[in-house]
Nanobody
Framework: QVQLVESGGGLVQAGGSLRLSCAAS????????MGWFRQAPGKEREFVAS??????????ADFVKGRFTISRDNAKNTVMVYLQINSLKPEDTAVYYC???????????????WGQGTQVTVSS
């Protein structure tokens, strides 16, 4: 069955870094764009970053401002998607979700499959 499993979240001090990972299996995810979203307490889920099927094109939310980098590894049946987050701020505190898009381009806005999320907490 389709599974998207995030890992790598945790508690980190402001200014620190984290690398989130997402293992996607159960479908040929190498043919589809992948994305990261986040949801902070009391707020709606928001787009963070996306990457096209090959990893050659990426897109980011404006608030990222060069601090986040999305990447992927299609080498194996389980596709790995990563989100490197640097210079973490308390406002980055949220549950981060990995998602698989309905098409190959990074600009696709419909996501069909979602992980359970990983908590990122940034202390000041």
């Amino acid at each position: 069955q389709v599974q998207l499993v995030e890992s790598g979240g945790g508690l980190v001090q402001a200014g620190g870094s984290l690398r989130l990972s997402c293992a996607a299996s159960g479908r040929t995810f190498s043919n589809y764009a992948m994305g990261w979203f986040r949801q902070a307490p009391g707020k709606e889920r928001e787009f963070v970053a996306s990457i096209n099927w090959s990893g050659g094109t990426t897109a980011y939310a404006d608030f990222v401002k060069g601090r986040f980098t999305i990447s992927r590894d299609n080498a194996k049946n389980t596709v790995m998607v990563y989100l490197q987050i640097n210079s973490l701020k308390p406002e980055d505190t949220a549950v981060y979700y990995c998602a698989a898009a309905s098409g190959p381009a990074a600009t696709v806005t419909i996501y069909n499959y979602w992980g359970q999320g990983t908590q990122v907490t940034v202390s000041s």
